[in-house]
DNA sequence: CCTCTTCGGGAAAGCGCTTCCCCAGTCTAG
DNA sequence: CTAGACTGGGGAAGCGCTTTCCCGAAGAGG
């Protein structure tokens, strides 16, 4: 009927008419289908000659076919920070294990925006969509997201979630609430006292849990409740400028948590440029382990995320046959000390 | 025919028959065509029950039809590297404000998988397809990505290039050598004599193009060739290790140029973890400045690339219309001067 | 008042596959 | 030797869209 574009491409119709088969052979040569053998010699001639004209299946009359693609969706915040880079990599090892494509999408952290992308893989009919971003605290962004993947999963396809376990769906948790409390304990026993509290925006429920995870961690062993908390963006310069808040204030903190690893970074930039020192003057922690960033100094004092193994986890859950009740498996983070807060005295 | 799948999707057939109307009238009315206007009421009535049902066009049937997808597929070497994830965010970018998807595939440097990744591309019909991964020193190699894209752009698609211009393809030159040479001579202008290369292998041309310039630049300002050329891994870990070996030869250089920034802070580390200082000892200069390496300390020197906005650059490129000549943008990098790199006495 | 356009709705033809269904040819068994 | 059971090839339906083509209705022109 049209056909704009210029192609006179090779496809299985040619291969057959070449190869002397019909259609129906040419497919079940290529594929192996389950019904049926071919004969070995008719597969050879198919097979060759699909090689000699270099034909390549379209994908998207496969998917009409089938009703089912081979990519895989993935929707993250921002791919720039190397927290999402690192699940993608994970998510893109597990993708290839199974012969599957990734596409990804990222939110800018907007709800909707995570919403429309949610939409846009359904009607790609990705074979299976995660979402890796933190969910947001706000309830109608999850009911909208519940809706849809129940649009999306009536439509045959599967999602899951990284971080937080508040719909049916197959996810993995992250505890960002314990692990915190753990660091913040280990924290009052290497005997630092006053805490200051560097938090992402309060709509992203993995900075607040993060953030007042520790702060049970310090009320549980009581310690007293952090002499400050800034709220800041979550990245580098957020952490830079809430540290410059931070340092600002009369009562100065022993140690600074920041929600995670860039935005650790960034204030302990912003103490180096008001000439002060880590850990001498401030001490500094972080949260994820970011493996680029394990070479700054002093070395930062974390919770390590086994980031990659997570995009793995979440591959491998997402392809599994559907079950009754959603699967949840949780992930706990490790305390990893390093230099940037030495014991006290 | 089989539609195994429980799925119990709504179609545009569903939308026009809840709407009414015909399913030629509904898909106007939700695409507009070109060539005929679709009366306000019906247009009204038929996105309204599309909204109403939570319709959302298969995408790979609108593919079908159309003879493309709105997808651009990006090859790179390893996702987790954040050279690539910079581009990736850059291409990402391009692609939401055209309305496009993309779909990522890495290769772990195999040439290879190169080539299977652009024929899946192909089956995909990918309206695009970007190589960012430089380019292997081997024209096998070459010759068969070349002979797949020109199936690939036989069917309509699109490609583009970063970094190597080798084939007649739109291409986004990075001027390694150029930038490479005025990084040496900068750095001798600084005083320093001695120099060592830690180079990435041989077959990838970036690397290549980065230590041969430098030792060009060396050469053009009347320095000696470098005291030691340790080739590695094009990893933080082969940064260490090239440093490592780097030491233990006899006669120290005064100044390291590692052909990246990832190895260079291993280069760094290296040097940490065997009792030296960065720069008293040696300095240390890399290539890229990528954002969160920016602050390592001491702050190091490097060529800082606009990573992101080569991943924009490439996709206004590849979604141009083709023209005779392939196009070539050359990008050089700036050379910044920081602390691991001071001005020797 | 009749013919010539223009406008816009609907039927139907594909797009390139997979798989169902029919069928001829072979085997095996009675 | 013939009926029943298998094999495996090929025709054709159908996946969900877009767009061409046909056509009746409404408006313009004489």
Redesign the pocket.
């Known amino acids: 009927?049209?056909?704009?574009q210029s192609?006179d491409?090779?496809?299985?119709?040619d291969v057959a008419n070449a190869a002397?088969?019909?259609?129906?052979?040419?497919?079940?040569a290529?594929?192996g289908?389950?019904?049926?053998?071919?004969?070995p010699d008719?597969r050879m001639r198919v097979l060759e000659t699909a090689a000699r004209l270099h034909?390549?299946?379209?994908a998207?009359?496969?998917a009409?076919?089938?009703?089912w693609t081979d990519v895989i969706g993935l929707v993250v915040h921002d791919i720039a920070d190397p927290y999402f880079s690192s699940i993608l990599s994970g998510v893109m090892q597990g993708a290839e294990s199974h012969g599957l494509l990734v596409t990804v999408a990222s939110t800018g952290r907007s709800a909707t925006k995570e919403l429309q992308h949610v939409a846009s893989f359904r009607g790609q009919r990705a074979r299976a969509v995660i979402l890796a971003g933190s969910r947001f605290d706000d309830s109608e962004a999850i009911e909208g997201l519940h809706a849809e993947i129940a649009q999306l999963e009536r439509a045959g396809g599967r999602a899951a979630f990284l971080s937080q376990h508040l719909l049916p769906i197959d996810t993995v948790v992250v505890e960002n609430r314990a692990s915190a409390q753990s660091l913040a304990r280990q924290l009052v026993e290497l005997g630092y006292k006053r805490f200051a509290v560097l938090a992402g925006p309060d709509r992203l429920m993995t900075s607040k849990d993060r953030a007042e995870g520790f702060m049970d961690g310090l009320l549980a062993v009581g310690a007293g409740p952090p002499v400050a908390v800034a709220k800041a963006d979550f990245s580098r310069d957020g952490g830079y400028d809430g540290m410059v808040e931070i340092l600002a204030s009369p009562d100065r903190p022993d140690l600074v948590f920041a929600v995670n690893d860039v935005m650790a970074v960034g204030a302990m930039a912003a103490t180096r440029d008001q000439g002060l020192t880590v850990p001498q003057d401030v001490a500094v922690a972080g949260f994820d382990d970011i493996v680029t960033l394990r070479d700054v100094t002093p070395p930062l004092t974390t919770v390590r995320l086994p980031l990659v193994d997570l995009g793995r986890y979440l591959v491998e859950m997402v392809l599994q046959p559907r079950e009754d009740a959603p699967r949840v498996r949780r992930v706990r983070g490790e305390v990893i000390i390093r230099e940037s807060t030495p014991p006290i005295r």
């Open positions: 009927m049209m056909r704009s192609s491409n090779v496809t299985l119709k002397g088969v019909s259609l129906a052979t040419a497919s079940r290529i594929n289908s389950p019904d049926r053998q071919v004969r008719l034909y390549q299946p379209n998207q009359a496969q009409m076919a089938r009703g």
